[in-house]
Structures are given as structure tokens and as C-alpha cells.
């Protein structure tokens, strides 16, 4: 293995988006996601966005890990009207 030092002025930068909110707290948990966006991201690599917000690419079996506290929060409040409008 070889290493290439580059002069002064040539730099080259990682122009991937950072598609994770940094925390690192999203990593440890299984995101709720619509099925058809999770199918769809398997086949073109697109991301998808959790009901909490976080951005990535499924890779991981999500049956490993405990479900995001947050997106299940937002689920739950939706399959009960969330207690908006029954007022």
C-alpha cells in the first residue's frame, strides 16, 4: 500500500451529504418508515425519512435493535388522532 502526499493547494473533500442528525442516539434504534419508502430505497439507494426526522439508507435488520422512542411517540398519536380536533 502506497500513500500519495498531495502539494500544497490540491485538497480533495468528501462531498457526501450528511444525512444523520449527528447525535448518534438515531443510530441505536429501528425507525418507522412507510413500507412502499423502504422497498423503494432497498431498490434505488435513495434514503427515506423516519417520523422522528432521521435521514439515511436502511441497511441494518431493524428486528436488532429497540424502536426509536420518538417515532413510536408520533405513531401511536396518529393511530389515536393524536387527541387534535376531538375536542
Known amino acids: 500500500m502506497s500513500t500519495k502526499i498531495l502539494p ?6 468528501d462531498v457526501r451529504p450528511d444525512l444523520s442528525h449527528g ?13 412502499q419508502k423502504i422497498t423503494e ?13 432521521k435521514v439515511w439508507v436502511p441497511n441494518r435488520d431493524p428486528k436488532k435493535y429497540p424502536v426509536c422512542p420518538e417515532c413510536k411517540e408520533i405513531y401511536e398519536s396518529m393511530k ?3 387527541g387534535k380536533g376531538d375536542e
Not at 8 to 13: A, L, M, N, R
Not at 23 to 35: I, L, M, Q, T
Open 8 to 13: 500544497d493547494g490540491d485538497t480533495q473533500t
Open 23 to 35: 447525535d448518534g442516539d438515531h443510530e441505536r434504534f429501528a425507525h418507522y418508515v412507510k413500507k
Open 41 to 53: 430505497s432497498a431498490v434505488t439507494g435513495t434514503p427515506v425519512i423516519a417520523l422522528c426526522g
Open 80 to 82: 389515536t388522532g393524536g
